[in-house]
């Protein structure tokens, strides 16, 4: 099993805002908390887990539904996370619940059975989360029929 790592640099710049660089030619990104503590200038932590979460979902099913020939762009995803007290008092992102969206319908789309019931494991980040965080996953077509 080979292993990649993954590194990440970041910088305060003012307060709790930090610039995130990630090297190689990608643009950097700055985040920041919200009120009153930060000034909003940027994502917070809780949304750049959540962007992960429907990143990599999306882009688990659309592989996942590629192996089969099958042509579903625009793929959209919506990531909702909870944050709250946990027992301790403390903050923390107490679940997360991902909507997936085909851009086409479900008419015509071969394999899809397979392809709903495996995706998800494909995910690096949600598999890598899963155990402290539960995040619940649904899947519509361009319709609006549930798949999954």
Do not use: W
Not at 15 to 39: I, M, N, T, W
Request: aromatic share 6%; charged share 20%; net charge negative.
């Amino acid at each position: 099993m080979s292993s990649e790592t993954v590194t990440v640099h970041l910088v305060q710049r003012l307060d709790y805002q930090f610039e995130v660089s990630f090297g190689d030619g990608v643009a950097p990104l700055l985040v920041d908390e919200p009120p009153p503590l930060g000034r909003r200038a940027g994502p917070s932590p809780a949304e750049l887990l959540a962007s992960a979460v429907g990143s990599c979902l999306a882009a688990s099913l659309l592989f996942s539904l590629q192996k089969y020939k099958q042509q579903v762009d625009p793929v959209r995803s919506e990531v909702s996370a909870e944050v709250g007290r946990n027992d301790e008092g403390r903050l923390r992102v107490l679940a997360m619940q991902a909507t997936l969206t085909l851009g086409v319908p479900r008419d015509g789309l071969q394999h899809l059975d397979r392809a709903l019931s495996q995706f998800e494991t494909y995910c690096t980040v949600t598999q890598s989360i899963a155990a402290a965080v539960p995040v619940t996953v649904r899947v519509f077509d361009a319709q609006g029929e549930q798949l999954k």
